[in-house]
């Protein structure tokens, strides 16, 4: 009986590294720069000068925050009359107010 339980945590724990080792190699289908154009294509983010917030949420994008469709609301104030934070991004006619990671993102525009 003990041997047969010692041969299951075996199983296990190799099962569990085998699984760990897949992970971690796993190579990803999408660039960040293709992520960034799509969550781009798909979505406003409403900024703000010295926001932050705002800064916080472009240095997840890094250097492809170029392909994001972005409103800083302290130079276009007539274009965030709705907008009651930042950052904020609209999505398919929805607000998402405050930092938003890029899986979020992803999923929120189906990218």
Same mark, same amino acid.
């Given at each position: 009986m003990? *041997?047969?339980? *010692?041969l299951?945590t075996?199983?296990?724990?190799? *099962?569990?590294?085998?699984?760990a080792?897949?992970?971690?190699?796993?190579?990803?289908?999408?660039?960040?720069?293709?992520?960034?154009?799509?969550?781009? +294509? +798909?979505?406003?983010?409403?900024?703000? @000068?010295?926001?932050h917030?705002?800064?916080?949420q472009?240095? @997840?994008?890094?250097?492809?925050?170029?392909h994001?469709?972005?409103?800083?609301?302290?130079?276009?104030?007539?274009?965030?009359?709705?907008?009651?934070?930042?950052?904020?991004?609209?999505?398919?006619?929805?607000?998402?107010?405050?930092?938003? *990671?890029?899986e979020?993102?992803?999923?929120?525009? +189906?990218?």
């Open positions: 003990k *041997s047969k339980k *010692s299951i075996i199983l296990v724990i190799l *099962s569990v590294l085998l699984l080792i897949f992970i971690l190699n796993k190579k990803p289908q999408e660039t960040t720069e293709d992520i960034a154009k799509c969550i781009g +294509n +798909n979505s406003v983010l409403y900024v703000q @000068l010295g926001c917030a705002c800064e916080t472009e240095k @997840l994008f890094g250097e492809n925050i170029k994001i469709t972005k409103v800083d609301c302290w130079f276009e104030r007539e274009k965030c009359t709705d907008i009651q934070v930042t950052p904020t991004w609209t999505i398919k006619g929805q607000k998402y107010e405050g930092v938003q *990671s890029i979020q993102l992803k999923n929120l525009t +189906n990218c």
